[in-house]
Each structure stands twice: as structure tokens, then as C-alpha cells.
């Protein structure tokens, strides 16, 4: 059986019916991926994804574990929350040991989109090649971008073209990838052949839509964090009752 | 002001409010925006559009012009139709002096989703040039592709990424792309470095869905033909009042 490897560009453009029994790798590049695997990576007990606010402060209001408040509405931390959406806060003198209940918008709605899945992890440029270990031998591999603000963000198709180029290379023509997938592979081996520039990576996040809400914000670090390709050996997985996100594969740090 | 190149992978991705009084590329490689070229490079007076055989048929009726139909459905001529939807059926013999009723489902979409545009033209391969310095002085370009089956199609994303690439390269760091168009040029330049292999843009072209839905039916030559780049300076525009396609410029063919 060829493996096939679907890229979705936004959850919108698939269904969860379409996941339903595959393994997804969810991809918010900018900034929610690279958060959640800094987060684990900084010892946080567990992650828990919810799409609004007030569900977050209920989850948190009756969690018994030692828990902190993360997340960001237009990229901004939300009031009375502990922490924002950016990386650097989640250390582990912020997170070590704690649960997290974690509000975005646009992360969340992809995970929302995977609940009939039967594997959902959590990929970044942060964790790319574990994450690509870690799925290579599931016969049907998903990459789901969540876009920004129900836009296409040119920083999670770049991914998800990276590690459907990884698993292709892995696979040889055993892969089978759709036209989504085509283009993101394209689209990345374009950066690779170092079209944007000296600055890599990073230059290549920079120009998206996401990237300059970032700058706006005053949050360009977040985009150089997010560039740092294998920082961590961490696999973030979903767990889907209860719903939670931990650390399935923990070597690094 | 800075020029503004905006894509849409698919129709769905945008809406008419979107579209309002912008230029619009619709863009449909395989095959309805090179068989529309073809047709007019062949001396059609005008194609009328429409979403519905039943609607093509009654328009055809009712027409005071030499009119013949043509269309598909799944790849295949409608029955009772004249033509079906391949570039090599609209040729002088066929369709010189006439009218054409044109019903595909992927274009027609396309099409109507720019009710509200200013000014629409197809766009194609084989009239890229043309289209390209038609459209070049324009403030605000959106590049709308109508993919396959509601599904994006990687030849309609390549056309775009051509495009946009085209654009920019004349207009300089004044054209401002969205993600898609970057997402897009990134594709199409990966196809540049020649990594499909020595068959070139036909064979870019015939990695996707559409083309082995046009291979399973015996239409490859089709695919050759779409990847004819330059073949024509037409370049066909749409009337909204009365809505038909006409060419706006013919100089070649």
C-alpha cells in the first residue's frame, strides 16, 4: 500500500468526517505549535486547548492540578491570564509542573477539526524531525495548516511542505501526496533554494501576513523562536478524552 | 500606492463582496481557460458561461447567432452536445463565426463569483503574456483559481504563482502579495528549477488530479497543450452585461 500524505491548507478545507481514523499532524507555525512544544519541553504537565476565553477560565477555575492560564486574542495576552501566545514566557520557572489551559483561536479550531481522528500530534519547525519520525510509519498522514484568522498563513504550508518533502524522501514514490501537498512541498523547496535571502528560515516566516502581525505587536522574536528547525525531540499529542495535549515522546529539551 | 496581488486558491476562498470592483484573472489550466483561448484564437464570436447543462441548453435555443454547445461533465461531453471541454475540438471548422454555450463546473464557478469585479479576464498558459501586460497597470489584481471538484488544483496554482511572479518581477518591491500569491510564486518557482524533470511545465502540469482525470479518459494531449506557454495574445474578457466571454485583444493565433 502506498502512503498517502494530504495537506490541508486550512481546517476549513477539510472536514473531520475526511480525518476521521488518520493521523493528522496539526501545524500553527506563528505561534501556537512552537508554544505548546516550548511548553512541554519546559516541563508543563499537560496542555488543555479550549476555543473561547470563559472556557478556559472554567476549565482552569476547577483543574486540581497546579494550573496557568495561557493565550492571546489578536495576538495579545488575554486580560487576567497568566501568560500570552509567545514561546519565550513558557519556561520553566513559569510552567514546570503545571497544567496549562490554553485559549487561540485559529490552533484550536485546527484540533477542533481532528476530533474524529485516531492520532493528532502537534508539529513546529521547533520539533520538525521528530515529528516526522514519529508519523513515517502511518499508511495515511494528514497535515492540517490552521491558518490565520481563516486565512491560508504561508508559514504552515512551508512546514507542512517540509515534512510532506521529509516523508516523501522517506517513503520514495510510495508516497502518494494530493495537489495541497504538491504545492507546499514546492513552495518550501522554493525557500530552500534560498530565494528569500541570507536570513533563511526565519526571512521566509517573516513575509507572512501572521509574521507581520507579529512585528506589529513588537513580537519579532517569536519569529527567529519558530525558525530554530529541531530545537526539541518532543512529540506533542493529543489526547482526545479527556482532552488534553502531553508529551508522547520526551528525549530533549 | 503599492500594487496589490492577491490569490485565491479556490473560489470559495474569497467572495464576490471580496471581488467588488476588482481585476480578476480566473484561472482554469485544465482546461476550461485554455479551451476558452483556443476557442476565440479560432474565430468564436463570444462564449456564453453557464453552471447548468439544462440553462446551456435553453440558451442555445433562444440564440439569433450561429451558437453551438459545448461543455463537459466528469472530463466528458454532454450528450447531445456539440463539443466537449478539449482545447483541439475549438478549432476554425468547428467554431469560426458562432456563438459558443460553454457549461464546466470548476470555471463557471470561477466566473461567477466575480459578479461584482470590475473587470474579468481568463487566464491561461498559452495566452500568459498577453494576460500578464493586459492586466500589469492595474492597482488591485486578484488571481482567482477555480480548482477541480471544489478541491485545489496544483496546475491552476502554478498558472497564478506564474503570474504573480511575473507581476511583481515588473512592478518591483511595490506589488504586495497575500500568502496564497507567496505560497503560489513559491511553487512555481520550485517548478522553475527544473526538479519535475526534463518534460518541463507538461510534466509539472500532470502530477495533479485534474491530470489523471483527464489521463483515465485518454486526454493527455490536452495537458500538452495547456503547457503551450504563449501560443496566443488573446486575451478573453467577460462581460458582465450581457454575460459572455469575448476577446478583448486579438492580435495573434
Redesign the interface.
Known amino acids: 500500500m502506498p502512503q498517502t500524505v494530504n495537506v490541508h491548507?486550512?481546517p476549513s478545507?477539510t472536514t473531520r468526517q475526511q480525518l476521521a481514523g488518520k493521523t493528522v499532524v496539526v501545524i500553527d507555525v506563528l505561534r501556537a505549535s512552537t508554544t505548546i512544544v516550548h511548553a512541554l519541553a519546559a516541563g508543563a504537565l499537560d496542555i488543555v486547548p479550549c476555543l473561547e476565553v470563559d472556557e478556559a477560565r472554567e476549565i482552569a477555575r476547577h483543574s486540581e492540578l497546579p494550573t496557568v492560564l495561557g493565550g492571546e486574542r489578536e495576538g495579545l495576552k488575554i486580560e487576567g491570564f497568566d501568560f500570552g501566545n509567545s514561546p519565550l514566557e513558557y519556561v520553566p520557572e513559569n510552567v514546570a509542573g503545571k497544567r496549562i489551559v490554553f485559549t487561540t483561536t485559529n490552533g484550536t479550531r485546527a484540533l477542533l477539526q481532528c476530533r474524529l481522528a485516531r492520532r493528532v500530534v502537534i508539529g513546529a519547525f521547533v520539533n520538525f524531525s521528530t515529528v516526522c519520525s514519529s508519523v513515517s510509519g502511518e499508511p495515511a498522514i494528514d497535515l492540517l495548516c490552521a491558518g490565520?484568522s481563516k486565512?491560508?498563513?504561508?508559514e504552515d504550508?512551508l512546514l507542512a511542505g517540509a515534512i510532506a518533502e521529509q516523508l516523501q524522501q522517506t517513503k520514495g514514490t510510495d508516497a502518494v501526496l494530493?495537489?495541497?501537498a504538491?504545492?507546499?512541498?514546492?513552495?518550501?523547496?522554493?525557500?530552500q533554494?534560498g530565494?528569500t535571502g541570507p536570513g533563511g528560515l526565519a526571512n521566509a516566516l517573516a513575509?507572512?501576513?501572521?509574521a507581520r502581525n507579529l512585528l506589529a505587536i513588537g513580537q519579532q522574536r517569536d519569529i527567529e523562536i519558530a525558525a530554530r528547525t529541531d530545537q526539541f525531540e518532543i512529540v506533542p499529542e493529543l489526547d482526545l478524552e479527556p482532552w488534553k495535549i502531553r508529551a508522547a515522546i520526551d528525549r530533549g529539551g
Chains 1, 2 share one sequence.
Do not use: K, M, P, Y
Open positions: 491548507l486550512l478545507l490565520t486565512e491560508i498563513s504561508h504550508v494530493n495537489d495541497q504538491l504545492l507546499a512541498v514546492g513552495a518550501w523547496r522554493s525557500i533554494e530565494r513575509i507572512s501576513r501572521g
